[in-house]
């Protein structure tokens, strides 16, 4: 059974940094593309970085650029996403996905198959 268990989540003042963890079970993670999404109230979720486990290529939403960083560490299945210098509008739910392949092909949503059940993060300002 595929399991993805977030952590690290909390409450930040802008300016401020938090890490997330994804612990990564029930599937070979080698061969599986990993990100990390968000939702905040009343918007739709959105693509936040991505990283192939397979060759550790990374993409970002722009507006994470330059601040966030994902990162794995393939012998614990766990994946990781810094963030730094936070803004009130990252505010939101943050939620690890996975999906088969071993390089990514995208930050939307509907491609990824495995979903973990989220970290609530709150940047106030």
């Known amino acids: 059974q595929v399991q993805l268990v977030e952590s690290g989540g909390g409450s930040v003042q802008a300016g401020g940094s938090l890490k997330l963890s994804c612990a990564a079970s029930?599937?070979?993670?080698?061969?599986?593309?990993m990100g990390w999404f968000r939702q905040a109230p009343g918007k739709e979720r959105e693509g936040v970085a991505v990283?192939?486990?397979?060759?550790?290529?990374?993409y970002y939403a722009d507006s994470v650029k330059g601040r966030f960083t994902i990162s794995q560490d393939n012998a614990k299945n766990t994946l990781y996403l810094q963030m730094n210098s936070l803004k009130p509008e990252d505010t939101a739910m943050y939620y690890c996905?996975?999906?088969?392949?071993?390089?990514?092909?995208?930050?939307?949503?509907?491609?990824?198959?495995?979903w973990g059940q989220g970290t609530q993060v709150t940047v106030s300002s």
């Open positions: 996905a996975a999906t088969p392949g071993f390089y990514c092909l995208s930050l939307m949503t509907k491609d990824f198959r495995y």
């Open positions: 029930g599937f070979t993670y080698s061969g599986h593309c």
């Open positions: 990283i192939s486990s397979g060759g550790g290529t990374t």
